[in-house]
């Protein structure tokens, strides 16, 4: 077990409450600067909301993260916190600019100037990368994002990168393709389809509706991602990986995964918007609206994560069709 100290920005959200459980487990002092009344829901999920071994700290601006990194001088620095939906991105493309890219700056400044021997993770996101990829795509492969949030995550993977090779910090990125769990928020998904599959095999109502449930992502498990960030911390040099798990599934998929994980049977007619998940009453469970299409639904961004398997660390250690069940069983048995 270990002494060291973690700050981790971002404590609250999916990421970052599986990562301070995990680093409890580890021995870990965790430090964790929150707005004022931050929402600990998912660290009570997780029964670590009152831990000894976690030091909340109120910040109200971003300069008061100096103090912080001055006076705790943290072994490792995780910083998970961001703006995180892409299609939300377009809506305020400043201000998503200023939390994902001029934050981090900010932290690598204070890293620099008052904890140098820190080791700093950024959470960089597969949304950097060209969209038009007919493989899967490694660290070295282009980056063009093309829209606001990837923008800002570009602009900070880089200056991760700057600190690193020109200011000597032991600093890395993290480019995370998706990556889900039971406390990811309803705005996603696989959050909204293993929802409403718990609820229509248990309580009926109305069908669950979708957009293009062709659309595939790399998808994987945060639980066993958030480990992933703390085995590239612990490597002799400081890098940057892919944490993905190199398959695509689509949305379809999921869906199918879900029911099956309730022994619940759909079949499926139609094509395209007039797709519809009929179960074996005939009754529609499933259904397509046009509304929830979104642009670059066929951008199948896979990642190959051939670099973080050489640290020794398998990243896919819950397959697909596990952890779809683990979340629906989850939401099935949260229903009255």
């Known amino acids: 077990m270990t002494t060291k100290t973690a700050l981790i920005t971002g404590i609250t959200g999916q990421d970052g409450s599986l990562l301070a459980h995990y680093l409890i487990s580890q021995g870990y002092k965790i430090i964790a600067p929150t707005r004022k009344n931050p929402d600990k829901s998912n660290l009570k999920k997780l029964a670590v909301e009152n831990s000894e071994q976690i030091t909340f ?70 949304e950097i990368y060209r969209n038009d990829f007919d493989r899967a795509v490694t660290e070295g492969d282009e980056k063009r994002p093309n829209n606001p949030y990837g923008i800002s995550k570009l602009s900070a993977h880089q200056m991760v990168d700057y600190y690193r090779d020109v200011k000597g910090l032991f600093a890395c990125n993290g480019i995370l393709f998706n990556h889900e769990s039971e406390l990811r928020h309803p705005s996603f998904v696989s959050k909204k389809i293993c929802v409403n599959v718990a609820r229509l095999v248990k309580n009926g109502g109305e069908p669950l509706t979708l957009g293009n449930i062709e659309a595939k992502k790399d998808w994987g498990y945060a639980p066993d991602y958030v480990k992933i960030f703390h085995t590239i911390l612990q490597q002799p040099q400081s890098q940057n990986y892919n944490i993905s798990t190199n398959k695509l599934h689509s949305v379809k998929d999921m869906v199918n995964a879900a029911f099956s994980a309730l022994n619940y049977k759909i079949s499926w007619q139609g094509t395209g918007i007039n797709t519809q998940g009929i179960n074996s009453d005939g009754l529609v469970v499933v259904s397509i609206n046009e509304k929830y299409f979104r642009p670059l639904d066929n951008r199948f961004l896979c990642g190959d994560n051939t670099k973080i398997q050489t640290v020794g660390q398998n990243i896919n250690q819950v397959p697909f069709h596990q952890w779809v069940k683990s979340m629906t069983l989850y939401e099935y048995n949260s229903l009255i």
């Open 57 to 126: 700290l109120t910040y109200k601006k971003w300069s008061d993260f100096e103090e912080i990194i001055s006076h705790y001088k943290p072994s490792e620095i995780y910083h998970l916190a961001a703006m995180s939906h892409v299609g939300q991105s377009h809506e305020n493309p400043a201000l998503v600019f200023d939390v994902n890219c001029i934050w981090t700056l900010a932290l690598l400044k204070f890293t620099q100037e008052h904890s140098p021997h820190s080791k700093f993770f950024f959470a960089s996101s597969c």
